[in-house]
């Protein structure tokens, strides 16, 4: 999909829609394309902060009963989101292409936007290869609060490597920079 389809795809715009409050304005993506696409104006915006609170919910299993989970969820403003969501499609399709150039396209299949599939097929072929080929082994992991313990100098450096040819360092460099002192808790 290039960018002019994913701005008319329906489904890509319905997600840019957010009804809940903050600090700014509701918009979507066609009321500041212009502004989100031109990377001088993303370069100096500045981002408001997360707005954070826990949500808790009961999970049950027949060794501990029913426990109560918290996950801790964050909102970006309206603006905030629609450029997060128009980068993340951009470097999306860097993503997408490398893991073809490395010969892995099929391996990684979490935060993927171009499989067009569920987890649940990803699995059943999985099963099949597994089938297939006896001495395959299964690797899972589950990484509590991942993205809150990131190390973002890491990450800063392995997005320079991988994605040189993108004009987006800066913007991310300084986003990278700022995310640390961006969340509010309610």
Request: glycine share 2%; with cysteine.
């Amino acid at each position: 999909m290039n960018i002019n389809e994913w701005f008319e795809d329906p489904k890509v715009f319905e997600k840019s829609k957010r009804e809940y409050a903050h600090f700014d304005l509701r918009t979507d993506l066609a009321k500041c394309k212009k502004y989100i696409t031109n990377s001088k104006n993303i370069e100096r915006h500045g981002f408001y902060p997360f707005i954070k609170y826990d949500l808790e919910y009961h999970k049950y299993n027949r060794a501990e009963g029913r426990k109560t989970k918290k996950r801790t969820i964050c909102y970006a403003s309206h603006i905030d989101s629609c450029i997060f969501q128009y980068y993340s499609f951009l470097i999306n399709k860097k993503y997408n292409a490398r893991l073809k150039q490395d010969g892995i396209y099929e391996v990684p299949i979490a935060y993927r936007t171009d499989l067009h599939t569920d987890t649940i097929a990803e699995f059943r072929k999985m099963h099949q290869f597994m089938i297939q080929h006896p001495s395959s082994y299964v690797m899972i992991g589950d990484f509590t609060s991942f993205f809150d313990k990131i190390d973002h100098q890491y990450l800063k450096s392995a997005y320079v490597i991988y994605y040189k040819s993108i004009s987006l360092i800066p913007i991310i460099m300084r986003y990278l920079n700022e995310l640390p002192n961006m969340i509010i808790g309610i």
